[in-house]
């Protein structure tokens, strides 16, 4: 009896990697697939880089709106350095092993950027709301004290309830079997390899879940029915373009990301989907980050105009250091 009850306590402690399937079942493609997400990651941190650096030095952009852009642009680099990596070098070495400790780490940086991210995009839609539908009250409460404490709000609401989670989830016992059929640590692929009571686990995600998830995208949802009300009663089509051209590129933002995290996580887990799912959670967390730099600097006209300016002020110090 001591015998079998120990070679199950060896059994329980045996997983200290995961195996990441990832986009292994395409074995021709990796080369290829590098490539692509090469390009991408390059793509999002040179973008994002750009969108900070304009907003920090161009002085028409000091402004909320702005802001709280630049807080996504650095959200959205930390996000893609916490994925992307780690999915080029499988690709690159065919090694599709991590550290159980590493994937908790990943999968803690993903919760927690993730959950700012639904913050974030629910504070930029306030911010547009007060714009378009109070803009006599605009300047005075969207202030600069007010600005700092929302973006703080927003980070520090994404870390409390993800270290609360990994809280738990450090406690969890692995023994079998050890694969997971993505390319990143997500929650549920993890939960179904544990052979831990994980009830514990489920009741704090369903807790925070509302606060952190559902109570921004109802605040998103909320404030863009006021803004699409308060355009459309607008006489002249003049101003109604113009009031809508100041939130269409975050409208944009906002559907792509809810729009591809809901499908991701409201599909049925079915064999028969599998490839579908794992294509839109490419979507959300890999396009999206590259999207939204391009989706602002194309669709807005102050950024536009920054850029000119930043390239003039270039192609200036160029011609004088020549």
């Keep these: 009896m001591q015998l079998m009850e120990k070679g199950d306590a060896e059994n329980e402690t045996d997983v200290t990697e995961f195996i990441l399937l990832g986009f292994g079942d395409l074995p021709e493609l990796q080369i290829f697939l590098f490539l692509v997400f090469l390009v991408i990651y390059i793509g999002t941190m040179a973008g994002n880089f750009l969108i900070i650096a304009l907003v920090v030095a161009d002085q028409h952009l000091h402004t909320p709106m702005y802001f709280f852009l630049g807080n996504l642009s650095c959200l959205q680099i930390c996000y893609t350095s916490a994925l992307l990596p780690r999915m080029l070098a499988s690709l690159l070495t065919g090694d599709r092993t991590i550290s159980v400790g590493g994937c908790m780490t990943q999968f803690f940086f993903f919760c927690f950027l993730t959950t700012t991210e639904c913050s974030l995009l629910a504070v930029m839609s306030y911010d547009r709301y007060l714009a378009i539908c109070k803009p006599l009250h605009y300047g005075t409460c969207m202030n600069g004290k007010l600005c ?26 692995f023994c079998g079997p050890s694969v997971m059929d993505s390319f990143f640590c997500d929650l549920t692929p993890m939960l179904k390899l544990s052979c831990s009571d994980t009830s514990q686990i489920m009741l704090v995600l369903y807790i925070f879940s509302f606060p952190d998830a559902v109570s921004p995208f109802l605040l998103t949802l909320t404030s863009y029915i006021c803004i699409v009300s308060t355009i459309l009663r607008i006489p002249s089509t003049t101003r109604r373009q113009k009031a809508f051209s100041t939130c269409f590129s975050h409208l944009i933002v906002v559907t792509f990301f809810y729009g591809t995290i809901m499908i991701v996580y409201l599909l049925p887990k079915s064999s028969n989907l599998r490839a579908l799912n794992k294509g839109f959670s490419v979507c959300y967390t890999v396009l999206t980050p590259l999207a939204n730099p391009l989706i602002y600097s194309l669709r807005n006209r102050e950024v536009k105009e920054a850029l000119r300016k930043a390239v003039r002020k270039c192609l200036a110090l160029t011609k004088k250091s020549d």
């Excluded at 404490?149 to 406690?171: E, V």
């Design 148 to 173: 700092l404490q929302l973006a703080a709000g927003c980070w520090i609401s994404g870390s409390l309830p993800c270290t609360i989670m990994m809280r738990f989830m450090s406690q969890l016992i």
